[in-house]
Nanobody
Framework: QVHLVESGGGSVTAGGSLRLSCEAS?????????MGWFRQATGKEREGVAA??????YYSDSVKGRFTVSQDNAKNTLYLQMTSLKPEDTGMYYC??????????????????WGQGTQVTVSS
């Protein structure tokens, strides 16, 4: 059973930074083809913001240049460094992992496992 736990969310003012972490447990020896970060604002659909896999990193246009996704395989942890935060970055951030080849790393249907989320609130 794969278990993903996010941490690092919080409240910041615009221009601030946060680093989210996602620790994976369970079948940690399993190779995840992709791991990603998604967010969902109130009343909006979940959107992919960053992913890592297939030997590359992927970002949505809205976060490109401000967010950086990375992973530490030794710690089974995925990170999302967020800088120059804006109020529109507010939302619940979810970590996800794919146990199969993911053709579209920023699409939620590519992922099999999800964390419970961590809230990020950016005030102006």
């Amino acid at each position: 059973q794969v278990h993903l736990v996010e941490s690092g969310g919080g409240s910041v003012t615009a221009g601030g930074s946060l680093r989210l972490s996602c620790e994976a447990s369970g079948y940690t020896s399993r190779r995840y083809y992709c791991m990603g970060w998604f967010r969902q604002a109130t009343g909006k659909e979940r959107e992919g913001v960053a992913a890592i896999g297939r030997g590359d990193t992927y970002y949505s246009d809205s976060v490109k240049g401000r967010f950086t996704v990375s992973q530490d395989n030794a710690k089974n942890t995925l990170y999302l460094q967020m800088t120059s935060l804006k109020p529109e970055d507010t939302g619940m951030y979810y970590c996800a992992a794919s146990g199969r080849f993911c053709y579209m790393p920023l699409q939620s249907y590519s992922y099999d496992y999800w964390g419970q989320g961590t809230q990020v609130t950016v005030s102006s």
